[in-house]
Structures are given as structure tokens and as C-alpha cells.
């Protein structure tokens, strides 16, 4: 098992260890969710908080052949990796590099007239034929080309492609409630979807894949897989809702185990105030452990006096504020030495909590809760193979894995 990390064998203020076994699990989990539709691994955000590069790489070890970001920075920093899979970007503002992503062979998505004028300007000047994919509004009201603009943006589209400046490659949309089972809008939008593709198609469009399967529609919808799935959050563990099911009832394995290292343990009297504001006041003599991650390294701040964590197999919660850089919990007059793990989020397997549970004890999502984990945390990637020098020595890569 080979890590990456700035440092990967001293003791760390904190640090995220990410699972790339798991994350493999998961892509072939959601492959076989995904029937005959071909998986596409979301990227975006460095991976979700887990390293956009070793996450990819996993991902396509294991089946995934597409991979998804947001912006083209994130997809043109992939090409910079070496990977060479099919790759769509979805993200644009005007002037963006859409010719650096037509030269990178990246699928570029296509939401407006603007947009599509933008590709073709940048293809011409390229010298090389675009690969676009029109986006359908159908009912998510984000991005996306609204029904009544759709005939437009498709001619056009079509007159470049005639042109030898372009190729649809795709026709692709959004839900707006995949993870509430049962909502009405999720029929209306599969039904929309339809219709706006067979519109395109009626005009002559060829797309290589239709999509509009994200994380949630891939567990729960067959009947929405159509050529592709989109899967973001579940491919590192995490259930999109709880109404969908726990990671285990999905055959799901968390990726992240955040941690961090006790930087200090004392006693403190009864009636002692912690942390900013005197939030939290001790009941009577206790000790104090501070734990070295705040909101600066994304530990939110509405966890201040919920946030739950696992020391020496005790659950423990954030006394008081969270600060910028620290936050504290109160020991019970346990006395683990300074340096002890403190386990704040894991898959659950040792009693650890969860993401969800943090994300219940400051009223968000697990999605929010993996990705806002900042730079100063090292991630920790572990079972990545290890690179092999020519004359055949191992080498474990010594980079931040992001």
C-alpha cells in the first residue's frame, strides 16, 4: 500500500486519508447499477475535497470511461496528468479557454447561443472540430437551454457541424429532486428530456451519448440511465439522501477518514468558559483536548457545540465555538496523551462518525462536508500504485495527491 502526501510517515496536525481501494469498489458497485449505460466519474471540485487526479485515476482503473468537472480549468488540469479519457466540462463564462479544451479533446458542454458561438470562433481559429454537447433545461432552471430556445440553439449547432467546426457528441440534462424519491419533477424532467432529445434527433443530431443520470437517478431510476450515468457523490462513498439509503444500504464504502492529532490535554476547574464567546462553560472539574483543525481547514463553524468526535472510542462533541484554526471538546476527565488520534469523520467501520453525521450536527449535506475540506489538510492516498522507476524501484509519490 503506497501513500501520497507532503509528508507521509510523520505525524500529521491533521490530515484526510483517502481510500482508492473503496473508491474502485464503488465505481464497479455503480457500474453494475448502471446496466448497460457506460459510467462517467465526476471530478469536479479536486475530487470532491478527495484529489481530482488519484480519485480520476482510480476511477478509470476500475471502468469509469468518462470522466466530468465543472470548469475547464479542472478538465485541462487533468489532461495535464496524462489522462486521456473521454471528458466533458460544463462550466463556462465568455471568454473562457475553449480553445485550449478543443485542443485537449475535451467535450465542452453548450447551454446558449453565445456559447456556441464561442466554440465555433475557437474552433475555426484551431483548426480542429469541436466536441460539444447541448444541454437541455428541463426543468432544474440552472444551466441549461430553456425548451422554447432549444430548436434555435440546435439548428445552429447542426449548420456548424455541417460546416466541419463542430460534432454533438451529446445531448444531456440535469434533475432538480433525484434524491427525494417520488417527486413530481423527476417525471416531468425524464419526460421533458425526451422530448428534447428526440426533437434533436428528428433535426439530424447523431449524439454519442444521451445523459441525465447523476448520483441519485444511477442508484434509484433505471429507466433514466439512457447512454450514460453521471456519478459524483457516490462514487466516493456518500449517499446523496438519506431517503435513499445509508453508503451500506447502496453497496457504498466512504473514501475520507478526516482526522487530526490532540494538540493539547489539561484540567480545567468547573465553571471554565471555552472557546470564543463562553458558548460552552465546563459543569465541574474535566479535562480539555484541543483538536488543530478549525473553519479554516473547512471544519464548518455551525458545528460549534454539535460536531461529533472519536477519541480513544469515545464519542466526543465540539465544546464552544469552532475557532479559525482549533476547536475543543471536553474529555470527561479522560486523559489521553497529547498526540491522540481524533477521529472526526470515517466510514463508521471502528465506531468513528460519519460524514452525514456532521452534516446532521450543522444542518447541511455530506456533500459540503467532504468538499470544503481545505489545502492545509494533506490527503493521504492510499492504495495508489506506485510508480516504478526504469531501473524497477518503487517510488511513492510525494505530491499533496490534488
Given at each position: 500500500m503506497s501513500e501520497t502526501a507532503a509528508v507521509s510517515t510523520a505525524t500529521l496536525r491533521a490530515r484526510a486519508e483517502i481510500d482508492l481501494g473503496a473508491l474502485r469498489a464503488n465505481v464497479r458497485a455503480l457500474r453494475a447499477r448502471a446496466g448497460g449505460a457506460a459510467l462517467m466519474a465526476v471530478v469536479k471540485s479536486d475530487g470532491y475535497g478527495h484529489g481530482a487526479v488519484p480519485c480520476a485515476r482510480a476511477a478509470v482503473e476500475a471502468?469509469?470511461?468518462?470522466?466530468?468537472?465543472?470548469?475547464?480549468?479542472?478538465?485541462?488540469?487533468?489532461?495535464?496528468?496524462?489522462?486521456?479519457?473521454?471528458?466533458?466540462?460544463?462550466?463556462?463564462?465568455?471568454?473562457?479557454?475553449?480553445?485550449?479544451?478543443?485542443?485537449?479533446?475535451?467535450?465542452?458542454?453548450?447551454?446558449?447561443?453565445?456559447?456556441?458561438?464561442?466554440?465555433?470562433?475557437?474552433?475555426?481559429?484551431?483548426?480542429?472540430?469541436?466536441?460539444?454537447?447541448?444541454?437541455a433545461d428541463t426543468g432544474l432552471g440552472r444551466n441549461g437551454c430553456q425548451p422554447e430556445d432549444w430548436p434555435e440553439l440546435v439548428a445552429e449547432a447542426l449548420r456548424a457541424e455541417e460546416a466541419g467546426?463542430?460534432?454533438?457528441?451529446?445531448?444531456w440534462s440535469h434533475f432538480a429532486c433525484a434524491d427525494e424519491p417520488g417527486h413530481p419533477s423527476i417525471a416531468a424532467q425524464l419526460t421533458r428530456f425526451r422530448e428534447m432529445v428526440a426533437y434533436a434527433e428528428e433535426q439530424g443530431v447523431r449524439p454519442?451519448?444521451?445523459?441525465?443520470?447523476?448520483?441519485?437517478?444511477?442508484?434509484?431510476?433505471?429507466?433514466?440511465?439512457?447512454?450514460?450515468?453521471?456519478?459524483?457523490?457516490?462514487?466516493?462513498?456518500?449517499?446523496?439522501?438519506?431517503?435513499i439509503g445509508t453508503p451500506a444500504d447502496l453497496g457504498l464504502r466512504p473514501v475520507m477518514t478526516l482526522s487530526a492529532s490532540l494538540a493539547l490535554v489539561k484540567h480545567v476547574p468547573g465553571g471554565h468558559g471555552v472557546s470564543y464567546g463562553h458558548h460552552y462553560v465546563t459543569p465541574g472539574p474535566t479535562t480539555l483536548g484541543l483538536v488543530p483543525v478549525g473553519y479554516a481547514d473547512g471544519?464548518?463553524?455551525?458545528?460549534?457545540?454539535?460536531?461529533?468526535?472519536?477519541?480513544?472510542g469515545k464519542w466526543r462533541t465540539a465544546a464552544g465555538r469552532v475557532a479559525m484554526d482549533q476547536f475543543v471538546v471536553d474529555l470527561g476527565g479522560d486523559e489521553p496523551e497529547a498526540g491522540a488520534r481524533a477521529v472526526l469523520f470515517?466510514?463508521?467501520?471502528?465506531?468513528?462518525?460519519?460524514?452525514?453525521?456532521?452534516?446532521?450536527?450543522?444542518?447541511?449535506?455530506?456533500?459540503?462536508?467532504?468538499?470544503?475540506?481545505?489545502?492545509?489538510?494533506?490527503?493521504?492516498?492510499?492504495?495508489?500504485?506506485?510508480?516504478?522507476?526504469?531501473?524497477?524501484d518503487a517510488e511513492?509519490?510525494?505530491g499533496t495527491g490534488g
Open positions: 471502468g469509469a470511461t468518462w470522466l466530468g468537472t465543472a470548469t475547464p480549468e479542472e478538465a485541462l488540469a487533468l489532461r495535464a496528468a496524462g489522462l486521456d479519457t473521454r471528458l466533458l466540462c460544463w462550466l463556462w463564462v465568455p471568454g473562457g479557454p475553449w480553445r485550449q479544451a478543443i485542443e485537449a479533446d475535451v467535450d465542452v458542454a453548450v447551454s446558449a447561443l453565445w456559447a456556441l458561438r464561442e466554440v465555433t470562433g475557437a474552433a475555426r481559429a484551431a483548426g480542429r472540430t469541436a466536441r460539444v454537447q447541448l444541454k467546426l463542430l460534432r454533438v457528441t451529446g445531448l454519442e451519448v444521451r445523459h441525465i443520470a447523476n448520483s441519485p437517478a444511477t442508484l434509484t431510476l433505471p429507466e433514466a440511465h439512457f447512454d450514460l450515468v453521471r456519478t459524483g457523490i457516490a462514487l466516493y462513498g456518500i449517499s446523496p439522501s438519506p431517503e471544519i464548518p463553524r455551525h458545528a460549534s457545540g454539535t460536531g461529533p468526535v472519536l477519541i480513544q470515517g466510514p463508521g467501520d471502528e465506531g468513528e462518525p460519519t460524514a452525514e453525521d456532521w452534516a446532521q450536527a450543522c444542518g447541511t449535506i455530506a456533500y459540503e462536508i467532504v468538499t470544503r475540506i481545505g489545502t492545509r489538510v494533506p490527503r493521504v492516498h492510499l492504495d495508489a500504485a506506485p510508480r516504478v522507476h526504469a531501473g524497477g511513492v509519490n510525494a
